[in-house]
Nanobody, 132 residues
Framework: EVQLVESGGGSVQAGGSLRLSCTAS????????MGWYRQAPGKECELVSS???????FYAESVKGRFATSRDNAKNTVYLQMDSLKPEDTAVYYC??????????????????????????WGKGTLVTISS
């Protein structure tokens, strides 16, 4: 089955850390650019980070210096390491894959379903809750 499955979400206190994983099935992750989106209740879907095949990375200003993305091609998995978490990081986090991420990426959208339009693959999401 062709899919992306996110894991590693949960509930932690502010200042803590989480490591999200996104594992691809049915395709080779190394053939794709990868991105992480998130959406909190009442907020737009936001591009958090991207990890392109050429090694280029992007981070939203709100997470720069706190989050880091990486790949393990042997495990067909991309990661999002999240440190110094804040309550405003609370959201459902989604991973997405595109053969040409630059051609289809949007920085924000009303919903992550809208952001997924044009992407080749999109996960179901994992919930991250940060308490004060």
């Amino acid at each position: 089955e062709v899919q992306l499955v996110e894991s590693g979400g949960g509930s932690v206190q502010a200042g803590g850390s989480l490591r999200l994983s996104c594992t691809a099935s049915g395709f080779i992750l190394d053939d794709f650019d990868m991105g992480w989106y998130r959406q909190a209740p009442g907020k737009e879907c936001e591009l958090v980070s991207s990890n392109s095949r050429d090694g280029t990375t992007f981070y939203a200003e709100s997470v720069k210096g706190r989050f880091a993305t990486s790949r393990d091609n042997a495990k067909n998995t991309v990661y999002l390491q999240m440190d110094s978490l804040k309550p405003e990081d609370t959201a459902v986090y989604y991973c997405a894959a595109a053969e040409d991420f630059q051609a289809v990426v949007v920085i924000s959208a009303p919903t992550c379903q809208a952001a997924a339009d044009g992407m080749d693959h999109w996960g179901k999401g994992t919930l991250v809750t940060i308490s004060s």
